[in-house]
């Protein structure tokens, strides 16, 4: 069974930095497209960023020149670097595939204060 785990969240202020890393075990990680959503109080989960086998990575307008996504194919591990942090970048960050068709995992709380 495929099972991520997401961590590096934290409480920071606004402007600031956070890395998320999710660890993943899924057969043939290193041709699965692995994404990042994100899901604040009383809304639906959403895209963040995802990023292709070979490195090729894209990104929700609301984060595109402040999040980078990347991946380490030999350790399984998709990160997210989120810089100029904003109060609604707020929520619970979540790891899976593209489309998400694994089970999710508790996600990390990303909480940013301004």
């Known amino acids: 069974q495929v099972q991520v785990v997401e961590s590096g969240g934290g409480l920071v202020q606004a402007g600031g930095s956070l890395n998320l890393s999710c660890s993943a075990s899924?057969?043939?990680?290193?041709?699965?497209?692995m994404g990042w959503y994100r899901q604040s109080p009383g809304n639906q989960r959403k895209f963040v960023a995802h990023i292709l086998g070979n490195g090729f990575a894209d990104y929700a307008d609301f984060v595109k020149g402040r999040f980078t996504i990347s991946r380490d194919n030999a350790k399984n591990v998709v990160s997210l670097q989120m810089n100029m942090l904003q109060p609604d970048d707020s929520g619970v960050y979540y790891c899976?595939?593209?489309?998400?068709?694994?089970?999710w995992g508790q996600g990390t709380q990303v909480t940013v204060s301004s």
């Open positions: 899924i057969s043939g990680f290193r041709f699965t497209t």
């Open positions: 899976n595939g593209v489309p998400a068709n694994y089970m």
